[in-house]
């Protein structure tokens, strides 16, 4: 049974060096067209398996940037939302953000269909790091918006942070940390910069004109993020992301706890019913199959147990309470040690991980290595 609800919009009114979502360029896209769809695709999903819909807990709506949407489209989309998504019991209902997008007309549409937190991609405060990546907003943006959403009632705000980034010095890390500390949040999140294929970035890098921060460099901004967070009272609960008492992300929880999800949109991810599902990502072939009836799948894939397994370890080891025997067996029916007992023990014998009665979590230094860590657990089968 799906706890939560993913849906995608996949419009930007600018392109970020660093992208790799599926996500088009705004104008001349067919977007009334494409959140009709969405409302067909909703339709279609919850009549086919209205059991699957019971007991929806959370809503996130991603991008692309579906703030790039007019203030009458999020009152469509939402209006769609609360049509087909049983709301009765979600707590937690997500947008993403712009933050020169976010006029106060959209932020109060978003309030008032339900909406009660915000994502934020702020990415840096330094003016011209944001210009190599591709983001057009100012801090003064920022600023604002954060000002207006809380005025306007959001109480939960979270921003994304990225550092890694081409020429970023230690200087620039600490102060745009700094910058967005002071905003007083309860939420941050904070990535180092992936070059993905078929990106700008990757093409720059490609041809050597992309100067990235050496991994030592990278692995001290690290070291910092999570210094400040403490000193500022966040809780590091995954490896990228932090918060006050009370703020984690519900969605995010649903991913890395490996439970179900119904995923909406072009391009977008699904796990019901023990199968992986993704849609067509190009917009003209995700709607015309909505329009014709069908659900726009275009890939399935029934998970098997020897790969739950896998997914529950990798995933679960990135919360920073890892994962737990108790959850583990009731959902594997075997406990950890049974696949996992020579790995366990090595990564605890490198300082990686402990391990004790309650689970099986990441220590401090294996924060650092987390995806050496992950892909220890890939079974060979
Ligand atoms: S990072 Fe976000 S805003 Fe930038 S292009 Fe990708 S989806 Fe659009």
Request: proline share 16%.
């Given at each position: 049974m799906a706890r939560g609800v993913y849906i995608h919009i996949p419009f930007c009114h600018q392109i970020c060096n660093y992208c790799d979502f599926n996500?088009?360029?705004?104008?001349?896209?067919?977007v009334d067209e494409y959140i009709e769809a969405l409302g067909k695709e909703m339709a279609l999903a919850t009549q086919k398996n209205p059991e699957g819909f019971r007991h929806i807990e959370t809503i996130f709506l991603g991008g692309g940037t579906p703030t790039a949407l007019s203030p009458q489209q999020l009152d469509k989309l939402l209006t769609l939302i609360h049509t087909y998504i049983p709301m009765n019991s979600v707590t937690e209902f997500t947008s993403e953000a712009n933050p020169d997008e976010l006029s106060a007309e959209k932020l109060q549409v978003l309030f008032d269909g339900g909406v009660n937190r915000l994502s934020m991609g702020v990415q840096s405060f330094n003016q011209e790091l944001l210009q190599k990546i591709g983001r057009t907003h100012s801090n003064e943006h920022v600023y604002k918006t954060t000002a207006l959403a809380k005025k306007i009632g959001f109480q939960n705000i979270s921003i994304d942070l990225m550092y890694?980034?081409?020429?970023?010095?230690m200087a620039q890390w600490k102060d745009s940390l700094e910058k967005a500390l002071v905003l007083d949040l309860p939420h941050f999140s904070a990535y180092s910069l992936i070059v993905e294929p078929k990106t700008i970035f990757y093409n720059q890098y490609a041809k050597g004109k992309l100067l990235l921060p050496t991994e030592d460099l990278e692995a001290d901004m690290y070291d910092v993020l999570m210094q400040q967070m403490e000193l500022h009272g966040l809780q590091q609960y995954e490896i990228s992301n932090f918060a006050k008492p009370g703020y984690h992300s519900e969605h995010n929880k649903i991913y890395w706890d490996n439970d179900e999800y119904a995923g909406f949109g072009a391009g977008a991810h699904g796990y019901l019913a023990g199968v992986r599902y993704s849609n067509h990502g190009p917009l003209k072939k995700y709607m015309e199959t909505v329009l014709a009836g069908?659900?726009?799948?275009?890939h399935e894939h029934e998970v098997s147990q020897a790969e739950k397994r896998e997914e529950q370890m990798f995933l679960g080891l990135r919360k920073t309470d890892g994962v737990k025997h108790r959850i583990y067996e009731e959902k594997l029916k075997t406990p950890i040690v049974a696949h996992y007992d020579s790995v366990l023990k090595e990564l605890v014998s490198k300082g990686l991980l402990e391990h004790d009665d309650i689970g099986v979590r990441l220590t401090r230094k294996g924060r650092f290595v987390g995806n050496e860590v992950f892909q220890q657990f890939l079974l060979e089968e």
């Open positions: 996500k088009f360029y705004f104008k001349n896209q067919p890694g980034l081409p020429g970023q010095t069908e659900l726009p799948i275009v």
